[in-house]
């Protein structure tokens, strides 16, 4: 039920940030966040779609991998919960799902993903992101990292339990 939750909560968190943007005046923006020092800036940007618009002028493509796509993680997530453990694998995938929903729900509604910040960091400057991004990032790397951990302890040789003797 927490992943449940979880996952509503970052879908809910970021579709409420895009409506608050797109209640705004197109002509406010871009715009630096305030007290970010200037490293990050607001945008209104409507992506109709995958990153970078790619794909674009085929709309029911870019609304149904998506729903694939979240439709197997959802599947995976209820079996994984049952099971005793796997917290960070759970926990990646629910960041995941949170995350793409919200942009699904966008793909739905609006026919394109609304975007709203950007990071002035060398490259990203060109890249305009919105929270649930963010969060397929985070849950992808939690996924990576939990993987490379894995692999890491399958490599390393079996140490032997000795017994001690005692004195």
């Not at 109709?48 to 997530?77: E, M, N």
């Not at 849950?139 to 890491?152: D, K, N, P």
Request: hydrophobic share 45%.
């Amino acid at each position: 039920m927490i992943y449940v939750l979880l996952i509503l909560l970052l879908a809910a968190g970021d579709l409420g940030l895009k409506w608050m943007i797109d209640r705004q005046k197109p002509e406010n923006f871009p715009r630096v966040l305030a007290h970010s020092r200037g490293r990050i800036v607001l945008h209104q940007h409507h992506n109709p779609g995958f990153p970078f618009g790619f794909l674009q002028k085929y709309g029911a493509v870019v609304r149904t991998v998506p729903l694939i796509v979240i439709s197997v993680l959802g599947g995976a997530l209820v079996c994984l919960i049952p099971q005793k453990g796997k917290t960070a694998r759970k926990l990646g995938i629910a960041v995941i799902i949170g995350g793409a929903l919200s942009n699904l729900c966008d793909r739905f509604t609006k026919h394109y993903v609304v975007d709203y910040f950007s990071f002035q960091f060398g490259p990203l400057r060109r890249v305009i992101f919105n929270l649930g991004d963010l969060f397929v990032f985070l849950g992808s790397g939690i996924l990576m990292v939990l993987e490379i951990l894995t692999e890491f302890r399958e490599k390393m040789p079996k140490t032997e339990k000795r017994e001690s003797k005692g004195c």
